[in-house]
């Protein structure tokens, strides 16, 4: 008989969303680590696959909006990483 397949709980972070005001950049990036929770499954908790990747480098990465860009300008010397 196969193992069910075990999901994550979300319910303090979905609280938690319903919280924030509509439109809010935390509440984006909440929703991002839900749907990818959504996505990844307790027994998958080791899946290094390119689809997985790209969902997890979607939390993580994708956190600026246009009131707060992150630039990286380089220059001779070591990476600058400053704010506009």
Do not use: C
Not at 36 to 46: E, R, S
């Amino acid at each position: 008989m196969p193992t069910p397949i075990k999901e994550f709980d979300l319910t303090v972070v979905k609280k938690l969303q319903t919280e924030l005001p509509i439109g809010a950049i935390r509440r984006k990036r909440l929703q991002n680590l839900i749907e990818f929770y959504n996505q990844q499954k307790v027994n998958l908790a080791n899946a290094g696959d390119i689809l997985m990747r790209s969902a997890w480098n979607r939390v993580v990465a994708d956190l600026n909006d246009d009131s707060d860009p992150i630039t990286i300008s380089i220059k001779r010397g070591p990476m600058n990483y400053h704010q506009d």
